[in-house]
């Protein structure tokens, strides 16, 4: 430290630490989250992704996942989407606990997908509150903002110009 800098009194400095050290022992008024569920025990969430929008509800069952009416083995054929879909029940160990009922449109299948991912991680922080912390680290919770870019007058599609020739 240079001399126009002056420290504070030592006695100031540990009367602020105790400050501090107390202050870390007042609870802090973290939003306390309740279970929201209808009167058939189901929890309900809504998950968008792209231009697909998904409207999901779970229940405590055997696994069971219906997508628009269909099993979701025959609604998304591509075992990567399957696998994208049961990902909020892998990482909070609830695997084949909780059956799943969604209407999916909008998008193409990969934006449903992630829509109805979305969904089910919502649904399960409001049938169990206590397993949201560990979806919003797996940025589950985060609606993925991206969408396709609008096509521009005078150019071939959002960005691309159409071909330049001098003659």
């Known amino acids: ?3 126009t800098q002056s420290r504070p009194p030592a ?7 105790k400050d501090l050290a107390v202050a870390q022992t007042i609870p802090t008024d ?9 009167a058939l025990g189901r929890s309900y969430a ?3 992704r792209k ?7 779970i229940k405590p069952g055997k696994g069971e996942i219906m997508v628009n009416g269909k099993r979701v083995g025959q609604y998304f054929a591509r075992p990567v989407l399957r696998m994208l879909i049961t990902q909020p029940f892998l990482v909070v160990d609830r695997y084949n606990q909780f059956d799943v009922f969604c209407t999916v449109n909008g998008g193409g299948l990969s934006g449903q997908a992630g829509a109805l991912r979305h969904g089910i991680s919502r649904a399960l922080t409001y049938y169990e509150p206590a397993l949201r912390p560990i979806l919003k680290v797996a ?3 985060t609606r993925d903002s991206r969408v ?4 521009k007058y005078g150019r071939a599609k959002a960005r691309r110009s159409f071909q330049f020739s001098k003659r």
């Open 1 to 3: 430290m240079s001399e």
């Open 46 to 48: 809504t998950g968008r």
């Open 148 to 151: 396709v870019e609008r096509k």
């Open 51 to 57: 231009n697909a929008i998904a409207r999901v509800w």
């Open 30 to 38: 973290a939003p306390k989250y309740e279970a929201k569920r209808d």
């Open 139 to 141: 940025g589950f919770l």
């Open 11 to 17: 006695s100031r400095t540990l009367a602020d630490l």
